[in-house]
């Protein structure tokens, strides 16, 4: 018997007039259904709308193999399937009808949100024990797990500010909803399912730290490493920092330009004026020289270096050229190899070095990549630094001549695994 909620496959396609069509099964009797309405109608609404927007199938067609309940067929034609009860028996005729199905959500988002903080007492203490208590070998009950905790972060937030559901038609998340809080859509379901599968640090519950911070006062103008792939990095300014920028490693982290605030930080626009972009890349420069970080010094055989650490923006002192030069001072080199492998950390070496030596260095930079969480991962590339000043990314090459690598690969979400995409 299929499982109903496993909210990334489909259960087969069918070619229906030359369309490719999605058939979702559900084995459930109506009792079954009704006890768990809430649970239900979100798990219908991703079946159905994810074979929908991701292209893949031009319809869907929901096959109940028990005679559902009525009000659970409704939501299904307003969503956009057609209902098949019993094959053959009965057949509701995809209507869709985006109020119906939306209000259906919203109703069912927060009773479920109500009773998961009813139960635990708090949304941090739902998000401790929800995730202790999870076997993630169960895409069952994970996807439960997603579901319960995002109707509780979501309740959370409109405790304090009004949160309006928006369809997602880009597949940010498997439930197919975000939310609109102010001028900010924020994607709640996407966030749960990254703190129960992949990221710890990815804490629901500091969605609302962000609100709070987009009613405060803007901070400091910073610069911010980024990971390549950064998700928004088409809607945010980045600037340059090397010559030659068609030359360089593609997957080296790109550098934002941010106005920090006390629990996140705001991005700039990229259709930010030149003028501006230049008095703000100023002034990130200004600012990142008043960062106080603590420095480290790391010896392992033949490798000697240096970690920054201590403060968010540690591995931004990268651009604080007076800094850099006391780390030329302190490894006595007129070279550095430097790499930011992670959120709030600066790795140095002295980049005049044998080639087996700068390897060694590189494996470790990698291995803090590694056991970073994934939402604190930026690269592994190794940046040269002359006087202080970023000059370009240095090459490690092998007795073979080959280029020594050690970017490991980062494990895909959920959704980008959707239907093997």
């Known amino acids: 018997m299929r499982v109903f909620n496993e909210l990334a496959k ?8 030359g369309r490719d069509v999605a058939v979702q ?4 009797e109506a009792e079954q259904i009704e006890a768990d309405w809430e649970s239900s109608v979100l798990f219908a609404a991703a079946r159905v709308r994810n074979p929908l927007r991701s292209g893949r199938c031009a319809a ?4 109940a193999m028990q005679g559902p309940p009525a009000r ?26 985006t109020a119906l199905a939306e209000a259906e959500v919203n109703a069912a988002i927060e009773r479920l949100g109500e009773r998961v903080l009813a139960e635990h007492g708090s949304l941090e203490a739902a998000e ?8 993630r070998e169960s895409e069952a009950e994970t996807w439960g797990a997603v579901v319960a905790l995002g109707a509780a ?18 597949i940010h998340c498997m439930i197919p909803y975000r939310f609109a809080v102010g001028n900010s859509v924020i994607n709640v379901f996407g966030r749960t399912e990254r703190f129960l599968n992949e990221d710890p640090s990815e804490l629901p519950s500091r969605l609302l730290a962000v609100l709070d911070d987009q009613q405060a006062p803007d901070g400091e103008v910073m610069f911010q490493f980024r990971p390549h792939d950064f998700a928004g990095r088409e809607l945010a300014l980045h600037v340059p920092f090397l010559a030659n920028t068609d030359k360089v490693d593609p997957r080296m982290p790109i550098l934002g330009i941010v106005v920090d605030r006390p629990s996140s930080v705001k991005s700039m626009s990229p259709d930010t004026p030149a003028d501006d972009i230049a008095r703000y890349r100023a002034e990130a420069g200004r600012n990142i020289t008043s960062v106080e970080v603590q420095v480290d010094e790391i010896s392992v055989a033949q490798v000697r270096a240096v970690a920054v650490s201590g403060h968010y923006y540690a591995s931004e002192k990268l651009f604080d050229r007076d800094f850099m030069r006391t780390l030329h001072a302190r490894l006595g080199a007129t070279m550095l190899a430097a790499a930011v492998p992670r959120k709030g950390r600066l790795w140095v070496h002295d980049g005049v070095v044998d080639p087996e030596v700068l390897g060694a260095f590189l494996a470790i930079v990698t291995g803090e990549y590694d056991k970073a969480p994934p939402s604190e991962r930026l690269g592994t590339t190794l ?4 006087d202080g000043e970023v000059v370009g990314v240095a090459r490690i090459t092998g007795k073979d001549g080959q280029p020594i690598e050690h970017e490991a690969p980062r494990k895909k979400g959920f959704w980008s695994r959707l239907f093997g995409g």
């Not at 099964?25 to 459930?28: E, F, K, P, Y």
């Not at 940046?383 to 002359?386: G, H, L, M, N, P």
């Open 10 to 17: 489909i259960d087969f396609v069918v070619t229906i007039d």
């Open 25 to 28: 099964t559900d084995h459930r």
């Open 60 to 63: 869907v067609r929901y096959a």
């Open 72 to 97: 659970f067929a409704r939501l299904l034609t307003a969503l956009g399937a057609t209902v098949e009860v019993t094959p053959g028996e009965t057949l509701h005729e995809a209507a869709p009808d």
């Open 128 to 135: 401790k024990e929800i995730a202790a208590g999870l076997d």
């Open 153 to 170: 972060t979501v309740v959370s937030i409109r405790r304090k500010y009004p949160a309006r559901l928006v369809a997602d038609e880009e």
């Open 383 to 386: 940046f040269a630094v002359v």
